[in-house]
């Protein structure tokens, strides 16, 4: 079994797994938007949950909210930015991203609250300042790293399947 999504728009939302599959889960383009209230970015009841390898190419741009403060374990060639709320944020709150020019890059509006926010894309440049802003919070985030984290994620409950061996490895 292998879930393949090669282009499009979607955008899921769940209380449990929002992209499962039960072999590998391959990402090679498209818009995808996530939003998972039960759980963290990876691993079971969670934004991915694949039994087998993610992969993530270089056209797809990915936003997703979680209800879970763990690290997105996610190994991709794109460059990520992940931010853990000090709090809840509801339903239907909107989130943006913006590029230094104030050209919008990402826009969301997620179906369930969260306390964080991922977006991989392939407009992120190592050294550029983002502008997020998610309900009134802003966040100005200088992409310095390939992974960059704002704010403290909680401790790994052990699910989240995807260690630093990174894309392509089944999960642990």
Request: proline fraction near 3%; hydrophobic fraction near 30%.
């Amino acid at each position: 079994d292998c879930l393949i999504i090669n282009g499009g728009y979607i955008e899921v939302y769940s209380n449990y797994d929002c992209l499962d599959s039960n072999g590998n889960l391959v990402l090679n383009g498209g818009v995808i938007k996530a939003s998972n209230t039960g759980g963290a970015f990876t691993g079971q009841n969670s934004v991915f949950d694949p039994d087998g390898k993610l992969t993530i190419g270089d056209t797809v741009t990915f936003i997703s909210t979680s209800g879970g403060k763990t690290q997105a374990n996610v190994s991709t060639t794109q460059h990520t930015i992940t931010i853990f709320g000090d709090s809840t944020y509801k339903a239907e709150t909107y989130i943006s991203v913006k590029d230094e020019t104030g050209t919008l890059i990402a826009e969301y509006v997620p179906h369930g609250d969260f306390n964080s926010f991922l977006i991989i894309s392939p407009a992120l440049e190592i050294g550029k300042t983002y502008t997020i802003a998610i309900g009134d919070d802003t966040h100005e985030v200088t992409l310095n790293e390939h992974n960059t984290v704002i704010g403290t994620e909680e401790a790994s409950n052990g699910m989240d399947g995807f260690g630093a061996g990174g894309m392509g490895m089944p999960p642990g």
